[in-house]
């Protein structure tokens, strides 16, 4: 048997603290807590192995709260780097979630057959997890950031217009641009991008809108 002597064992020791080391400096007391809302027009398509493909129109909304737990240092707000001249000016931002969703799609397109694939709503229910970049913003009271979110989400749906329900799995993930306006307030431009494993056929959701955040 070899033996590692106490000298090795406090080396390994300290390599393993280095990410610790680096990242405590980020860390800071309290977190920024946040509710948040957003829409968008949206388009689907929806395929079927040996099947024409269809393109859909409609909308995505979400409502959601969310955690950053990693934040800037130096900052006395979670989310906006300091303005001390000593603070550099961006830091990266780590946060967790939960949101609720809903989607609206109309009938798809006319397929070469003459049919169409179904119009449907949803509501999900969505954890996350994210990354981003926060920076100082025009004012001192704001910050900007950009960030991906992503996560999995369990749907409810219906096919609109019938009693007709089903359930399905589906990933997502959303980059956004959000700006502070003043302490509390910020909006956001939001591109949501989401796979959706449906009974009916598989169906992947694009949109672009905008979104409305109270920090507290």
Known sequence: ????????VRMH??????????????MNAGAELSLGAFIAP??????????????????????DGRWIFLRPAGS??????????????A??????????????????????????????????LAPYIGVGVAFRGFWPEAGQRLALSAGPSASFSNYSGTSLYSAYWSGWLRPEWEL?????????????????????????????????RYVF
């Open 13 to 26: 020791g300290k390599i393993l603290l280095l990410p610790l080391m680096f990242l405590f400096p980020l």
């Open 91 to 124: 830091g990266i931002i780590l946060f967790t979630g939960f949101s609720l969703q809903y989607i609206d799609m109309q009938a798809s397109s006319w397929l070469s057959d003459g049919s169409r694939y179904r119009a449907w709503n949803a509501l999900a």
């Open 1 to 8: 048997m070899r033996l590692v002597s106490g000298k090795t």
């Open 42 to 63: 949206a388009r689907a398509v929806t395929w079927v192995e040996g099947l024409d493909s269809g393109s859909h129109e409609g909308f995505a909304s979400s409502i």
């Open 180 to 212: 502070g306006i003043g302490r509390h307030l910020h909006f956001s431009l939001e591109l949501p991008i989401e796979y959706c494993a449906r009974a009916d056929g598989t169906s992947v959701l694009a949109g672009i809108g905008l979104g409305v």
């Open 76 to 89: 006395d707000q979670p989310s906006v780097p300091a303005h001390d001249g000593k603070t550099p000016k």
